[in-house]
Nanobody, 122 residues
Framework: VQLQASGGGLVQAGGSLRLSCAAS????????MGWFRQGPGKEREYVAA????????DYSDSVKGRFTISRDNIKKKVFLQMNSLKPEDTAVYYC????????????????WGQGTLVTVSS
């Protein structure tokens, strides 16, 4: 499975962005999907995950209520709608695919996109 993330950019605090991750190869609907991020000088951290069918979601406490993960199994895409962005959300965002739904640990994901940079200015 190849993953291509897009949609990052520069936004002011309080603004919104929608990240997309397009998958090719493999059977997309068989993979749990997740978003992770890595800020400057920080370790990669879990953001959100969605089950195979899209009926279950999970979020880190830091983004709960502000971010929404969704997926379109026909178009083979996963999305991350980010609202009320804060400067601390600045990071490279990665999408990932793995066999375990709603996994929050990076090692449970087998495939990773290249990352898209989100910069939130204060």
């Amino acid at each position: 499975v190849q993953l291509q993330a897009s949609g990052g950019g520069l936004v002011q605090a309080g603004g919104s962005l929608r990240l997309s991750c397009a998958a090719s190869g493999g059977t997309f609907s068989m993979y749990g999907m997740g978003w992770f991020r890595q800020g400057p000088g920080k370790e990669r951290e879990y953001v959100a995950a969605i089950s195979w069918s899209g009926t279950s979601e999970d979020y880190s406490d830091s983004v709960k209520g502000r971010f929404t993960i969704s997926r379109d199994n026909i178009k083979k895409k996963v999305f991350l709608q980010m609202n009320s962005l804060k400067p601390e959300d600045t990071a490279v965002y990665y999408c990932a695919a793995g066999p375990t739904p709603l996994a929050i640990t990076p090692k449970l994901y087998e495939y990773w996109g290249q990352g898209t940079l989100v910069t939130v200015s204060s």
